[in-house]
């Protein structure tokens, strides 16, 4: 049995270019789907948040639009339900790497909030990368990985092939014209290689021991690649 440690936001708000507060928080299927497989295969999953907050789920990712329709909903928030580890998250100041055998990150707009800047996910971040641990991220969780700098600020993470949620999704979704910076963007400019596919489609990129997954949709093929790399 492996122990993943999953790193959540802790924002329940995304800051838009106005100074508007956008709704948000960790995105349901992506925690609930790699939870649900990894679990099933025997692992143990701790979650950890920045000053152990109890991370808020984005209400808009319970919504039947967002899961096939209203069964798809209600069985997303029954998990959602059992997944009791999020009801006591662990301090993200506080995780050792050594504890955990891979690290997987969740998205919602809320890492572009706080992980995208939270040194201490940026310091496990470069360290799951060099300790050759699967690290696993998805949507918007790949925000966190600019906070991923040295001392010389070099992003950990260039020249790493990579996905995340597009700006063509972030357009369609009606959010991109508000935001202050756009994900792909900004993964560009650190030095990644991006990459992307079909919108909305299931879409997983793997470089060395990074797996990234481009959207909602890329979490289940995502979360089968860990349990692989687990054995």
Known sequence: MAKILFVVTGAD????????????????????TPYETLTA??????????????PTVDRGSLAPEFNGGQ?????????LDAFEELRRPVALEDVDL??????FYPGGHGP???LAV?????????????SGKPLGVVCHGPAALLAATGPDGANAFAGYRLTGFTNTEETQ???????????QDRLVAAGAEFQEGEPWAPFIITDRN??????????APLAAELVNRLG
Do not use: C
């Open 210 to 219: 990074l797996i990234t997954g481009q959207n909602p949709a890329s979490s």
């Open 98 to 103: 050594d504890a955990y055998d891979a690290v």
């Open 173 to 183: 979704a009606g959010l991109a014209e508000k935001a202050k910076w756009l994900l």
């Open 41 to 54: 295969a025997g692992h143990e999953v701790v979650v950890a948040t920045p000053g152990g907050v109890v």
């Open 13 to 32: 708000h995304w800051t838009l270019a106005d100074g508007t507060k956008h709704p948000t928080g960790f995105w349901a299927e992506e925690a609930v």
């Open 118 to 130: 939270n040194e201490a996910s940026g310091r496990l971040l470069t360290a799951a990368l060099a």
């Open 112 to 114: 572009m909030e706080d």
């Open 71 to 79: 069964e798809g909903a209600d069985r997303v928030a029954a998990a």
